[in-house]
């Protein structure tokens, strides 16, 4: 991909100075707008970037007028729907124990537990619990249930 933007910039006659990452341009443009830097003693940021089905993460550290990446790791195995999978087969044995109902025997109860938990993550982004309410999962059971984030 990368040699395939810098090939697409030569087309377009423009002259690529450097080509970075997501995350350390993220960590360039938040650098830019700090006015509090230290001069002597440096922060050092983590910035990570969690997509559907992958993961980025940078250490930056800061000073006054400069940043130093320190590291940048890349997983494409790791991302979002891992975590959704994880609170799917959470719900899915919690409610097995509770109400003797087996989501992955119901397609679409399966994919309404899905549904869920993707929303469960979005709140719990912001807070450190949400609840989960599913009405007539399957066999007119209703579920609920209570996530922290801890």
């Given at each position: 991909?990368?040699r395939a933007?810098?090939?697409?910039?030569?087309?377009a006659q423009?002259?690529?100075l450097r080509l970075m990452n997501?995350t350390t341009?993220n960590a360039?443009?938040?650098g830019?707008?700090?006015?509090?830097?230290p001069?002597?003693?440096p922060?050092?940021?983590?910035?990570?970037d969690m997509?559907h089905?992958?993961?980025?993460v940078?250490?930056?550290?800061?000073?006054k007028?400069?940043l130093?990446?320190?590291a940048?790791?890349?997983d494409r195995?790791?991302?979002?729907?891992?975590?959704?999978?994880?609170?799917?087969n959470?719900?899915?044995?919690e409610?097995k124990?509770?109400?003797k109902?087996?989501?992955?025997?119901n397609?679409k109860?399966?994919?309404?537990?899905?549904?869920a938990?993707?929303?469960?993550?979005?709140?719990?982004?912001?807070?450190s619990e949400a609840?989960?309410s599913?009405?007539?999962?399957?066999n007119?059971v209703d579920v609920?249930s209570?996530?922290k984030r801890e």
């Open positions: 991909q990368r933007l810098l090939d697409a910039a030569a087309i423009l002259n690529v997501e341009a360039l443009g938040w830019l707008v700090k006015t509090d830097l001069e002597a003693e922060w050092n940021v983590v910035f990570v997509g089905s992958s993961l980025q940078s250490v930056v550290s800061f000073v007028g400069k130093d990446v320190k940048t790791v890349y195995n790791l991302g979002g729907r891992n975590f959704d999978d994880v609170l799917v959470h719900f899915a044995a409610w124990a509770k109400h109902i087996d989501i992955f025997t397609p109860a399966k994919l309404r537990t899905e549904v938990s993707e929303k469960l993550k979005k709140v719990l982004s912001a807070n609840p989960v599913i009405e007539c999962l399957m007119d609920r209570v996530v």
